[in-house]
């Protein structure tokens, strides 16, 4: 039935508590090509992946290799079967030689006894004829690159699964010097008949190496494409869900006069491996958005500015103040608040109330031998509870049964306590009902009235176009450009995405 394909999946369907993960999702991989799954967060690319691979038992739907009907029940099973996968995360021993990590519970044996000379011998072999790679087996894994590493993941796989291999996120930790050589070893197990699955945000890459590309969107199949046909703004189009001309409807509110000479700027501030020299400022009262694919380097400025990951080079200037080595805590004195992307991960403390969880940020700002007396938290608990409305019977109800919205109004609650001058919000308004997005979206023009300055993370580039008075532009871990004024809409935003104008 699906000769030409070496892996079919039809229809596939899986549900969450809540969630609608993959809804009647094709996709299907030929012999000897390299195809790109493309989507943002929450499209449903992880979850096809681990439901080809057995890790997530499909609703429903058929897996086909081949003309075989399968239904594999876990990583090892779909490993059996001959499909393989390398996550971004290497997940090898690195105590243990190069050898040892690609035979790992298939060692040769003699005699009943590991067989050291075969095994080097073969996974020598492997790494020469398969991946064109010269290395030494016998030394361990961690004396090698993170490159190198990956190279031994792939052998690994290859050596389990000749037919299908699944390469999610392989670049991201890679140079780029590293990542020519992942494609030319890429390119040769194409040639070799192997189909690829390649799952990257990197727009370039995935145009460099694909030759189909599917795009997914909140767990629906988009489309399937070639190449070749499809332009870098036609899928970014895809992966967004808009078209050119869309326009916000919300309208900037008046602001009090934007402060140029800036709260904070930054000189050439990176970190390798997570984003490039960047150059940014926020003036007093000014919304500065940060627009970009998932894997765009978004979140690792936002992370960088707060002091969560630590600058490997740059400048970070505060209120005239040169800040050497930031730290969360050190950011919170200086009026910094950080609202993260994952609210449930690194947001919300579940087993808190919503009173606890408010009072975190200031408790740690007040320090831990300053105790906020109990009347004082429960007076600063109700006002942020009245003011940005939200819902519970007390805030003494554990955070964790609330709906997503207001979970996300208690972290912002959480900052406002701390009377921040610069308020950094990472995709605040996502996987949230639209009445919560509206009133988190006018919380923001509100405070920017009102002088606060705001960093501003988000998909929906309406909500961009909505909120900020500029929009700093990143595409593949570099700054491409800036926008403000009359240039600033989301199909100005988009091209540059796609194109990468004025990358620098």
């Not at 969880?357 to 408790?363: G, R």
Request: charged share 25%; net charge neutral; aromatic share 6%.
């Amino acid at each position: 039935m699906y000769a030409e394909y070496l892996l079919k999946a039809e229809k596939l369907s899986k549900t969450f508590p809540g969630v609608k993960a993959l809804s009647n999702v094709d996709f299907g991989l030929r012999k000897g090509e390299i195809h790109s799954l493309m989507g943002e967060n929450g499209a449903g690319k992880s979850t096809l992946i681990k439901v080809l691979t057995g890790i997530y038992e499909k609703d429903h739907g058929q897996i086909f290799l081949g003309d075989q009907l399968i239904n594999p029940g876990s990583a090892e099973e779909a490993q059996r079967l001959g499909i393989s996968t390398v996550y971004q995360e290497v997940n090898l021993c690195e105590n243990l030689s190069v050898a040892e990590n690609i035979f790992i519970g298939r060692e040769p044996q003699r005699k009943g006894k590991i067989d050291w000379k075969e095994m080097y011998r073969k996974a020598d072999l492997l790494l020469k004829e398969k991946l064109n790679i010269e290395i030494d087996v016998k030394q361990t894994l961690s004396s090698y690159s993170t490159a190198i590493q990956q190279m031994v993941a792939i052998a690994r796989a290859v050596d389990i699964s000749c037919g299908v291999l699944i390469l999610d996120e392989p670049t991201s930790s890679l140079d780029q010097n590293e990542v020519k050589k992942l494609f030319e070893i890429m390119r040769h197990l194409k040639s070799k008949g192997m189909g690829i699955v390649f799952v990257s945000h990197f727009l370039d890459q995935v145009f460099e190496i694909s030759d189909r590309i599917t795009v997914l969107r909140n767990g629906h199949l988009i489309g399937e494409y070639q190449t070749s046909q499809l332009t870098r703004t036609e899928l970014v189009s895809k992966m967004i869900g808009k078209q050119w001309g869309e326009s916000a409807q919300a309208q900037k509110k008046q602001r009090i006069k934007i402060e140029k000479t800036g709260f904070l700027r930054t000189n050439r501030l990176e970190k390798k491996g997570s984003i490039n020299p960047i150059n940014l400022s926020i003036g007093k009262g000014e919304v500065l958005g940060l627009a970009g694919l998932l894997g765009s380097g978004r979140t690792e400025v936002a992370k960088l500015l707060f002091g969560i990951d630590a600058s490997d080079d740059g400048v970070l200037v505060i209120n005239q103040e040169q800040i050497k080595s930031m730290n969360p805590k050190l950011s919170i004195e200086k009026g910094l608040g950080f609202c993260p992307e994952d609210r449930k991960v690194e947001g919300i403390v579940g087993e808190l109330t919503i009173r606890e969880n408010i009072m975190l940020a200031l408790q740690t700002k007040k320090g831990i031998f300053n105790f906020i007396p109990m009347k004082e938290q429960k007076v600063i608990a109700q006002k942020y509870i009245d003011l940005l409305s939200i819902k519970t019977p007390s805030m003494e109800q554990r955070i964790e049964n609330l709906s997503g919205g207001n979970q996300q109004k208690v972290i912002l609650a959480r900052w406002l306590a701390t009377k921040p001058q610069l308020l950094i919000l990472d995709e605040p308004t996502r996987g949230i009902d639209v009445g919560s997005k509206l009133e988190i979206r006018n919380l923001i023009l509100d405070l920017a009235a009102e002088g606060m300055s705001i960093l501003f993370i988000s998909a929906e580039l309406e909500e961009m176009v909505a909120c900020c008075d500029r929009v700093l532009v990143l595409r593949d871990r570099y700054q491409i450009g800036q926008l403000e004024g009359e240039q600033m809409s989301v199909s100005t935003i988009m091209e540059m995405i796609a194109e990468g104008a004025g990358e620098s």
